[in-house]
């Protein structure tokens, strides 16, 4: 084929017009899509109707977005993007906790909680206990770490998506670590929920033969002085989806034990009724270099 | 590097979620789309906060969309993915007028006019004649194809960026190719422009450090039955901007003079002023197959 024909042309044109990018990091990324764009339209020979169906999903993307609603990160989710970015950032010390995304729904600042609190402000689903240390990746605990914690209530909905029916803040904390690095919460145990499917990812996910499903999970950003934040989940063992995430986002390590425990000394510690569900789990943190 | 610091086994796990895909061609597409996607972000070592603020982008593109301005199409023409598609799609046989990009103003309908009517309902510009005939590959006239054209005023605005100001339909028509296959009517000499840079794309071409000028043009779409529609432009021959157009849309085939013409017989029938200026260009369309 001729340069006209496979459109070398314009792409040489359009990669020459990115030399002018004072950014050197921006010259490098805007490059880096400039090429892929242009590969796979040309690989694909994508139609002007396939290239307008694209307009109109990316458009409606964007529409879609609201102040409590980000379908665009919800596309980079399905699509594994998030998974991938986090994969390629996310190495860590042998040990430390592995990270995984952010997901969509961290939208709010999560109100300030005291350790102890209950961040089910609704109530109906099977209470449980999460507990663990904030730790540095050679084990020296980290009192006054920041503990963010948010999930969605026993029904599969975060606050942000039902503003009217749930209060603002349910199933969210922000913790700060006391003596030893310690924390812990009462909460209910997360139930597995489908991510949005009324708006364009919906319906990508309908195209594909997808279910939206997600694992039932806890999310958690911990922050500490000298030390790199690790943004993760916790998944409920045993739960259903595990090996079919929707959003690509599951790994070994974060899967936990939510076990059934009798034990009326932890019971009364928590001010919990025995037996309780308890997961323990660590937020193990790497040194910032 | 490992599989894990790599990411290759999320890329793995988002293509074969796609295999459940009814229709095959979207299979493909989607296919090549997470590759290139998850490729460009392991090359580029694209980190989380890139990746927000390319979220933000996306998502502000999105929201800058209306009835009356398409920033997504903007994006994709600025990046030349627009022209790139128009290329590899846009075979003709030899002889047949070359398409180019559609742009984001094609946004309302052309209002029916009659051959000869003046399409710039404001004035002020310098006045001009568009004649020509519509053919078929082989030099045959096609009397009853639609051309659809739509330009800028004499300020460089389309009638949807100023609904205040210019009537609707200004510089639009719809007209019916007579007898012969012959176009004819009355507008003002097309001026260079901005495409908007008030939004999102105005920002990425600040940040790449280049103008955001197109040079002058009249948009045409010529459809006659039993032959493929062309989307095209034709670019005033001598104007600034033809070597650097901010989409990558001109082909030299294209570019065609406006000459001054001193021809009072010409000026008569046309009922125009003279000496007038006067672009002749001729759509030939290749018959479908």
Redesign the interface.
């Known amino acids: 084929m001729t340069t006209?024909?496979?459109?070398a042309?314009?792409?040489e044109?359009?990669l020459t017009?990115?030399r002018?990018?004072?950014?050197p990091r921006?010259?490098?990324?805007?490059t880096?899509?400039?090429r892929?764009?242009?590969?796979?339209?040309?690989?694909?020979?994508?139609?002007?109707e396939?290239?307008e169906r694209a307009?109109a999903f990316?458009?409606?993307?964007?529409?879609a977005?609201t102040d409590t609603r980000?379908e665009?990160?919800l596309l980079?989710d399905v699509?594994?993007?998030?998974?991938?970015?986090?994969?390629?950032?996310g190495?860590r010390a042998p040990g430390a906790t592995e990270s995984t995304v952010l997901g969509p729904f961290h939208m709010t600042e999560s109100p300030v909680r005291a350790l102890g609190d209950d961040i089910d402000l609704v109530g109906g689903g099977e209470p449980c206990v999460v507990s663990g240390r904030v730790l540095s990746e050679d084990g020296t605990p980290l009192p006054g770490a920041l503990v963010d914690v948010w999930q969605a209530d026993d029904k599969g909905f975060y606050d942000v998506q039902q503003p009217g029916a749930q209060p603002a803040g349910n199933g969210r904390g922000l913790f700060t670590a006391g003596t030893e690095g310690r924390f812990w919460f009462r909460t209910c145990v997360p139930a597995p929920y489908p991510i949005p499917t009324d708006g364009p990812v919906g319906g990508l996910l309908r195209?594909?033969?997808?279910h939206p499903y997600r694992p039932a999970h806890i999310h958690f950003i911990a922050t500490a002085e000298g030390h790199t934040p690790v943004t993760t989940h916790i998944f409920v063992a045993g739960g259903d989806y595990l090996d079919s995430d929707a959003v690509?986002a599951v790994k070994e390590s974060l899967v936990q034990d939510f076990a059934e425990t009798d034990d009326p000394s932890l019971a009364r510690e928590f001010g919990v009724p025995n037996p309780l569900r308890h997961a323990r789990f660590d937020l193990v943190l790497e040194r910032a270099s």
């Open positions: 006209e024909a496979t459109g042309g314009v792409t044109q359009a017009s990115l002018g990018t004072t950014d921006l010259r490098e990324l805007l880096g899509l400039v892929h764009l242009h590969d796979f339209a040309r690989e694909t020979r994508l139609t002007q396939e290239w307009i990316l458009t409606a993307t964007g529409q977005c980000q665009f990160i980079s699509l594994g993007l998030s998974m991938l970015v986090e994969t390629v950032n190495h195209a594909t033969g997808r690509f």
